[in-house]
Each structure stands twice: as structure tokens, then as C-alpha cells.
């Protein structure tokens, strides 16, 4: 039974670019959420979505966005993107019911 | 807003010590509490939990008590290996939801032989 699984594992943008990161949750998952860790931090709520709506959010500018796909597959998207978004990216899946978090091994962005 | 702080690393031990990682909480409500596990290179994976006050999470010989009184989770283990050295972090979320977890900042633990 697979897990989540991210892609891709790493990736190098130019600032200002724009970059879409990928999430196929566990089996039996049908909410994702997004975490992105600063390097020697722990990680930090971007948003989660569930029947395609994002249902919550952190802290993060608009230029961060998502979507959730009929087969409860998601897409991080940054715009615009600046040094300080260089990170570690997590997706967590999650039945609705219940609290079973599991993560992928993410997706490290480096932003030069 | 909630809030988890642990204790600052790094932690280096030689095999077989001792361990304790501190934790402490601010939450509203009743928090479910989490500790998780990141190697090098990965991801975050769970490694106990423990969803109302008393109760104790425990696995791989890690356990942690859920402390409404303290509102503290600490994390110990008796005799600790080589092979747990990695970064632990403590976390909670809103009890009976399946909304965020708020993290801690992180402790590095490194076990010597």
C-alpha cells in the first residue's frame, strides 16, 4: 500500500519564477494538507483541502495556492517566487474522520 | 492561537543514555498531542500520540504522558541507540478535528557510540 508520494523530490527555480509542486495521497486519504519547513524549523500550516475546497489556511501570502483533484490527488502552487520560499515542502493526506496524518517525504525547492 | 515549544537542541548522547525531549503547549480546548520523527533526508513520520489528558503514548520504547495539569508531552526513553538520531518534533492539533498541526521548532538529537 503506497503512501503519499510527492513530486518532484527536488527542484531549483529562479526568482520570480512560478513552480507546482505534486501530492498523491495515502489510500483511503481524501484530505491533504500542505507544510512548508525552513531549513532548522519545524513545519508550518500552508493550507488543507478536502472535497476539492480548501478548508483551512495558515499564514501565507495569496501567492500560494492549491488545488484537489476528483481523485483526491493536490497541487501546490507559488508564484512569484522569492528566496525565503527556498524550503522543504510536506504534504500530509488524512481520512476525513479521524486523525491519522500521514506525510511524504516532500519536495526540497531552492530558490536562487 | 496554539502555540507548542521544545526544548532547543542539539541533544548528544552516548548509546544506552537516557533521554528526555521537553515539551510544553498552548492550546484552547483539549489538544491532541504528537511526537514526530524526521531522518535525514525524509519525511516527518509519527511516532506516538496520545489524544486526551493521563493518557501515554509509547512506541519503539519512546513514551510520552499527556499533562493537562503542566500542559507538557515530554518525550523519554530509557536507552537510546545509534540509530535514533534524528530530529524530533513535538506537535498538537485541535482535539476532534482534522484541521493543522502547529509544530515546535525541532530538537536534533545525535547518539554516539
Known amino acids: 500500500d503506497a503512501g503519499v508520494t510527492q513530486s518532484p523530490t527536488h527542484l531549483i527555480k529562479t526568482r520570480g519564477q512560478q513552480v507546482t509542486l505534486r501530492c498523491s495521497p495515502k489510500?483511503?486519504?481524501?484530505?491533504v494538507s500542505w507544510y512548508q519547513q525552513a531549513l532548522g524549523q519545524g513545519p508550518q500550516f500552508i493550507f488543507q483541502?478536502?472535497?476539492?475546497?480548501?478548508?483551512q489556511r495558515g499564514n501565507f501570502p495569496d501567492r500560494f495556492s492549491g488545488h484537489q483533484f476528483p481523485n483526491y490527488s493536490s497541487e501546490l502552487n507559488v508564484n512569484a517566487l522569492l528566496l525565503g520560499d527556498s524550503a522543504l515542502y510536506l504534504c500530509?493526506?488524512?481520512?476525513?474522520?479521524?486523525?491519522?496524518?500521514?506525510f511524504g517525504s516532500g519536495t526540497r525547492l531552492t530558490v536562487v | 492561537g496554539n502555540s507548542v515549544t521544545q526544548m532547543e537542541g542539539p541533544v548528544t548522547l552516548s548509546e544506552e543514555a537516557f533521554l528526555t525531549i521537553n515539551c510544553t503547549y498552548t492550546a484552547t480546548g483539549y489538544p491532541s498531542l504528537f511526537w514526530y520523527v524526521q531522518y535525514p533526508g525524509e519525511g516527518l513520520q509519527l511516532l506516538l500520540k496520545?489524544?486526551?489528558?493521563?493518557d501515554k503514548g509509547s512506541n519503539k520504547g519512546f513514551e510520552a504522558t499527556y499533562r493537562k495539569e503542566t500542559t507538557s508531552f515530554h518525550l523519554e526513553k530509557g536507552s537510546v541507540q545509534v540509530s535514533d538520531s534524528a530530529v524530533y518534533f513535538c506537535?498538537?492539533?485541535?482535539?476532534?478535528?482534522?484541521?493543522?498541526?502547529?509544530f515546535g521548532k525541532g530538537t536534533l538529537l545525535t547518539v554516539n557510540p
Open positions: 483541502y478536502y472535497e476539492e475546497e480548501e478548508r
Open positions: 500530509a493526506s488524512s481520512p476525513s474522520r479521524g486523525q491519522g496524518y500521514t
Open positions: 489510500s483511503g486519504h481524501d484530505t
Open positions: 506537535a498538537l492539533t485541535g482535539r476532534g478535528s482534522n484541521y493543522k498541526l502547529t
Open positions: 496520545a489524544t486526551k489528558a493521563d
